[in-house]
Nanobody, 127 residues
Framework: QVQLVESGGGLVQAGGSLRLSCAASGRTFSRYAMGWFRQAPGKEREFVAAISWSSLTTYYADSAKGRFTISRDNAKNTVYLQMNSLKAEDTAVYYC????????????????????WGQGTQVTVSS
């Protein structure tokens, strides 16, 4: 079955950087879009960034634009989220996810479009 394993979270000061990784297994990674979401305590899960199977198209939440970069290495079955200029409000559990199909026109900013989710990695930004 499809497995997603995130890593790279931790504690960082405001203004610092972290790079999250998500290793995928269980199917042909390169055929599917990938996304990052986050969930802070008491809040709903929210979209952060997504990337098409080919890396030609990326999508970002307004809160991530200019600070975060999503990328993927299909040879390593891994997707990354480089986070710079971190703020206290970025504190959350970060999840990677992937759709169950390759259907064109997927709404990659919507959690319901995703079938498989990782267990999450905690990011804490101290102010």
């Amino acid at each position: 079955q499809v497995q997603l394993v995130e890593s790279g979270g931790g504690l960082v000061q405001a203004g610092g950087s972290l790079r999250l990784s998500c290793a995928a297994s269980g199917r042909t990674f390169s055929r599917y879009a990938m996304g990052w979401f986050r969930q802070a305590p008491g809040k709903e899960r929210e979209f952060v960034a997504a990337i098409s199977w080919s890396s030609l198209t990326t999508y970002y939440a307004d809160s991530a634009k200019g600070r975060f970069t999503i990328s993927r290495d299909n040879a390593k079955n891994t997707v990354y989220l480089q986070m710079n200029s971190l703020k206290a409000e970025d504190t959350a559990v970060y999840y990677c996810a992937t759709p169950g199909t390759t259907t064109p026109g997927q709404r990659l900013g919507v959690p319901d479009e995703y079938t498989y989710w990782g267990q999450g990695t905690q990011v804490t930004v101290s102010s």
